[in-house]
């Protein structure tokens, strides 16, 4: 009798856990960059690179395209999505179609979460609507460039089918990065 309580209650706290999960998720708003993001998404962007000690330069956090993500993403072939909690900005994710990448391949760029989002599938989210917007756009590849200290960020690009290369492509300008990944599309069915 005991054992079925301590079993009850266990699937209870794990139902609630789940369903909390839920409605957490769904009080997240996921929709496209807009002019008035720029300020929010250049602090949170440069929150992280403080957070991490990567404040450096050869990185994102000097580059001056960070203080006007709208701007840069007018770019044709790219793609910033937001994600909006209560007003808030909480994260972002992007496709750029950075130059010198072979044809074909376009860049995952920008994956940043304020704290309380990681861990939540929120960066998943992001990840999986910038990958989706990269099929529709014509990309059968997908490159980024990481740095070591966001290994939680390098093992959701794992598990996203990512795959280390030796060395960097294109022309980025992010000298300071040392990880290169590469996700190829599976072919479609005609």
């Not at 404040?55 to 999505?81: C, I, N, Q």
């Not at 808030?88 to 750029?96: L, M, T």
């Not at 309380?116 to 990958?131: A, I």
Request: charged share 25%; net charge positive; aromatic share 12%.
């Amino acid at each position: 009798m005991l054992l079925m309580f301590i079993i009850h209650e266990i699937q209870s706290a794990f139902l609630t856990l789940r369903l909390n999960r839920i409605i957490f998720a769904l009080s997240i708003v996921y929709r496209h960059i807009r002019k008035k993001d720029n300020l929010p998404l250049a602090r949170l962007i440069r929150s992280v690179f403080r957070e991490f000690g990567i404040s450096r330069p050869g990185t994102v956090y000097t580059d001056p395209t960070t203080d006007d993500l709208y701007s840069l993403f007018k770019e044709p072939g790219s793609v910033y999505w937001v994600a909006e909690e209560d007003g808030n900005i909480v994260g972002g994710c992007g496709i750029f179609p950075t130059a010198g990448l072979p044809p074909g391949c376009a860049e995952l760029v920008k994956l940043y979460l304020v704290p309380s989002k990681r861990g939540q599938g929120t960066g998943y989210e992001l990840m999986r609507k910038s990958l989706r917007s990269a099929r529709r756009l014509g990309y059968d590849q997908i490159y980024l460039e990481s740095l070591p200290e966001l290994s939680r960020a390098i093992s959701l690009y794992k598990k996203a089918g990512f795959e280390f290369i030796s060395a960097p492509l294109g022309n980025s300008g992010h000298y300071g990065c040392d990880i290169w990944m590469l996700k190829k599309f599976r072919k479609r069915n005609p």
